[in-house]
């Protein structure tokens, strides 16, 4: 493959694995978050971690839209499924996640709910033109990569009048999520938690740009490198944070030239401002609860917001007690120090967050990475 | 009753340019058996179901007998490179091949839903002789049921294959030992990545063909040469991870791939990069997985290369002793990883 096969060359990741290695001091540690499960799908996919020296240690932040949304929200959705005139529509891997007592969007559509996978937003707005006898429910979660094209489809739905399209909208927001891990009491009371330095996203950052991790620089003093989602660019970037971290510099750097800026979409971005405003709270699963975190459609547009549209009541739902997801997001602990790891929790049946899409930490830990440590 | 007097009986023949399938034609009534004398009978005809009983009686040649079924259930009927109905041939070819039978019967059940366009049967039905031909197998004995329309998926069909071993030849799941070599007879995910770009929704501008093929042919070669022959599977649903781990279990050994080794054409590979899908878990319907001695690797490699099925054939790995039965692979970056089943369905990543 053209322009990707490029990016996971082995002898140039043989070269940087040299250069880390040779850089990296062996007096002191490296705690990286890569905050995306894009980054965390490519070191278990590649095996980035065999290559970097024992002192540089990655750890698996929150990036996964699918493992954070809470369950209480998957609920809701299984709610608006259950309504005859419904067809909801999302994304794929969102299809499996259990929310409670187990129940699936995947069960409820083999018990005969009218749920659809679509590819992308667009589908969703297709099949409410379709459908004009049904009410077409968009079930919409992702980071500010999937954000933008969920505001468009609303725009154009409102140009179009559409009587019968609306949103469920789980949309959050990256900033938010990584000041909360730097701000949690963990983070600051627990010194087995040191994050040293972040791995930004790549997707995020080409919509929002690389200036919004500017204040984690300012603020925590903490060095951010915008990575791509390529092996070689995951490598590059842990490179980079060693480097910044020896000199003791804390900067906001930018690996992902190719697509990131430090405006970012402009476009993308007055369209997200348009469309939605900020949550004052929204639970994270795992996390808790995060001050404007996430977005909900804003007052203009509320009859294509499905929380507007039909009768919903958010429930608590509790999380399995000897689940250990809350403290993996954060680094404090690993997948393998889990007593649900690979016994009770697996991605067949996912207990946890980290575990329900192969995202998480768990998940991939699991996929590509159990081998190690068996005995 | 001879088929010459059944025919009689019709006013009009079946209407195969306008006509459907209606519920009628399975209720055992003149429709149904106007069905089977116009199309199945006449499409697959051969001794046994000239025969017109409700069984065939073989004769079986000496050896020991293979039997499998398989149900086929794919959308669309109709893909790049085959149809449901070639696939229902040579699914359960493969499936008698992997055992080094050599097929000789098939039996074909159908499940027609009511509304299904004569013409779309009638090109399944021919694709499915052609298939049979080409294979040098006989579809025997059938079935026809109808359901109502909404309760089916156009055409479900089952093949059920009987097949005879050669004395002496024992190929099994169970066999692999440490120190055999992995073999692929050519490219993955083909079959999954054409079917899957043709599904709703999803539009690639893609040359790509599912690899649908019989298998047992180059199996026969394979076998010619190479005596050291271990095993035989088709990576079929859940691809080459699924039947690695399937073989891993059964014989209590784990396996080592390089996945620089591991043939995957660029237009799959790209299909799979976009949807967020393994290659490595995505169907095949025309590929064998080898497991061989190490000695007779090299002549194994070359007879899969000789065949026309088998160009792109490749070494991908190795067994090796392990308890926990992990099935690892050196990746094209460098690093190491689980190769592990899929999990529940393969769906799109999201981001």
């Known amino acids: 493959m053209k322009y990707i096969d490029e990016f996971r060359d082995s002898a140039a990741a043989r070269g940087l694995a040299q250069r880390i290695a040779a850089e990296a001091r062996p007096d002191r540690r490296y705690h990286l978050m890569e905050f995306c499960g894009g980054h965390t799908h490519a070191i278990y996919r590649y095996g980035v971690q065999d290559l970097l020296p024992a002192g540089v240690r990655m750890i698996h932040g929150p990036g996964c839209p699918v493992c954070v949304l809470p369950i209480s929200r998957l609920d809701l959705a299984l709610t608006l499924a259950a309504r005859p005139e419904v067809i909801l529509c999302s994304y794929g891997d969102l299809l499996r996640v259990p929310g409670s007592g187990g129940h699936s969007l995947l069960k409820a559509k083999a018990a005969g709910a009218d749920i ?10 297709a099949l409410a033109q379709r459908h004009p006898d049904r009410e077409v429910v968009f079930f919409a979660i992702g980071f500010e990569t999937t954000t933008p094209p969920t505001a468009l489809i609303i725009q154009q739905a409102a140009a179009l009048d559409l009587p019968n399209f609306s949103v469920f909208c789980n949309h959050v927001l990256t900033p938010a999520a990584i000041a909360h891990l730097l701000d949690a009491p963990e983070a600051r009371a627990l010194e087995a938690v040191p994050i040293d330095g972040f791995l930004g996203p790549a997707h995020v950052s080409v919509v929002i740009g690389s200036r919004p991790y500017e204040r984690f620089v300012q ?11 390529e092996p070689l660019d995951v490598m590059q970037s842990i490179l980079m944070l060693v480097r910044q971290l020896n000199a003791g510099r804390a900067a906001v750097e930018n690996q992902y030239t190719r697509a990131v800026s430090r405006e970012g979409n402009r476009k993308a971005q ?7 405003e900020q949550r004052p709270l929204f639970s994270w699963r795992g996390l808790g609860p995060v001050p ?13 917001d499905a929380e507007q549209r039909f009768p919903l009541i958010e429930q608590a739902a509790t999380e399995h007690r000897a689940c250990l997801c809350g403290t993996i ?3 404090v602990k690993k997948p393998t120090d889990c007593k649900l790891f690979a016994t009770a929790c697996t991605p067949e049946t996912p207990l946890g967050a980290c575990m329900v899409s192969s995202e998480g930490a768990c998940a991939a830990y699991y996929r590509y990475g159990r081998y190690q440590g068996a005995t | 009753m001879s088929t010459a007097r059944v025919r009689q009986v019709f006013t009009s ?24 004398e116009e199309l199945f009978a006449a499409v697959f005809r051969n001794p046994w179901l000239d025969q017109r009983n409700d069984q065939a009686c073989l004769d079986l040649p000496p050896g020991r007998i293979a039997m499998t079924t398989d149900s086929y259930v794919i959308a669309p009927l109709f893909f790049p490179g ?3 109905g070639s696939l229902a041939v040579h699914g359960t070819v493969n499936d008698l091949a992997m055992a080094g039978a050599r097929p000789l019967y098939l039996s074909a059940g159908f499940i027609l839903e009511a509304g299904l366009p004569l013409a779309d049967l009638r090109r399944i039905v021919d694709s499915m002789a052609a298939a049979a031909q080409a294979a040098g197998v006989a579809i025997v004995t ?8 909404g309760k089916g998926d156009g055409v479900f069909i089952n093949t059920t294959g009987i097949g005879v071993i050669p004395a002496g030849l024992q190929l099994s799941g169970d066999r692999a030992r440490p120190g055999d070599c992995i073999l692929v007879s050519g490219t993955l995910g083909d079959h999954g990545v054409a079917v899957m770009s043709q599904r709703a929704g999803l539009t690639f501008e893609t040359a790509l063909q599912s690899d649908s093929a019989a298998l047992h042919e180059l199996v026969a070669a394979l076998l010619a040469v190479a005596p050291g022959l271990r095993c035989l599977r088709d990576p079929t649903r859940g691809g080459l991870a699924a039947t690695l781990n399937e073989i891993a279990a059964q014989s209590g050994v784990g396996m080592h791939l390089q996945e620089a080794a591991i043939p995957i054409r660029p237009a799959v590979a790209g299909a799979c990069e976009l949807l967020g899908l393994d290659p490595l878990c995505v169907a095949n319907e025309g590929k064998l997985v080898a497991i061989c001695a190490p000695e007779d690797t090299e002549a194994a490699l070359a007879a899969l290369r000789a065949h026309p099925l088998g160009q792109a054939a490749a070494v991908i790995g190795e067994v090796r002793a392990d308890p926990h039965r992990f099935v690892t692979m050196q990746t094209v970056f460098g690093g190491h990883r689980l190769v592990d089943w899929l999990s529940g369905e393969q769906l799109p990543r999201i981001c």
């Open chain 2, 13 to 36: 023949g079946l209407d195969f340019a306008h006509g459907q399938v209606e519920l009628s034609h399975g209720s055992g009534g003149r429709a149904m058996a106007q069905l089977i």
């Open chain 1, 219 to 229: 603020d925590y003093h903490k060095p951010v490198v915008i990575a791509g989602f």
């Open chain 2, 142 to 149: 059938g079935d026809t049921k109808v359901v109502e329309r």
């Open chain 1, 329 to 331: 997001l954060r680094g």
């Open chain 2, 82 to 84: 085959g149809d449901i």
């Open chain 1, 270 to 276: 007055q369209l997200m401002a348009e469309i939605f």
């Open chain 1, 292 to 304: 404007h975190s996430a977005l909900r459609i804003r007052a203009p547009y509320h009859r294509f």
């Open chain 1, 116 to 125: 659809r996978m679509i590819y992308s937003a667009a589908d969703a707005l």
